[in-house]
């Protein structure tokens, strides 16, 4: 009798176990995320010879982190370059960026505007 009531037990646990519904949480994808292309690069050296994929990767890296520490993400397509650089003036003081920073994320701007208007 034990026997049938502990095997009885076992077999509804593992079938609740299989049959439960799980909620599974999908990262919701961030708006105006734009990953370091090959295109941004050969783009972006049309402004800065001297633009590496690193500096890309490290632009897009603040962007995304000081930027967003304080607010949603722009849409980078939004701004004129005048105007974006005006804004990066502005934040860039308040994120307590560093000159080689600044330019990073300058150069990532300009590299994704520069790609997506050909």
Do not use: W
């Not at 909620?23 to 994808?29: F, Y």
């Not at 050969?42 to 520490?69: P, W």
């Not at 370059?81 to 860039?92: V, Y």
Request: proline residues 4%; positive net charge.
């Amino acid at each position: 009798m034990k026997k049938s009531i502990v095997l009885l037990l076992v077999v509804v646990c593992v079938t609740l176990a299989c049959h439960t519904k799980k909620e599974v949480k999908k990262e919701t994808p961030k708006p105006y995320v734009y990953e370091p292309t090959e295109a941004q690069l050969t783009a972006g050296k049309t402004k800065f010879a001297d633009l590496t994929k690193d500096n890309l990767i490290k632009g897009r890296s603040i962007y995304y982190g000081a930027c967003m520490n304080c607010h949603e993400p722009k849409n980078i397509n939004d701004y004129g370059l005048d105007e974006f650089s005006h804004i990066l003036d502005n934040m860039a003081r308040k994120a307590k960026l560093t000159p080689e920073e600044k330019n990073d994320v300058l150069r990532y701007v300009v590299a994704i505007k520069l790609s997506e208007s050909k």
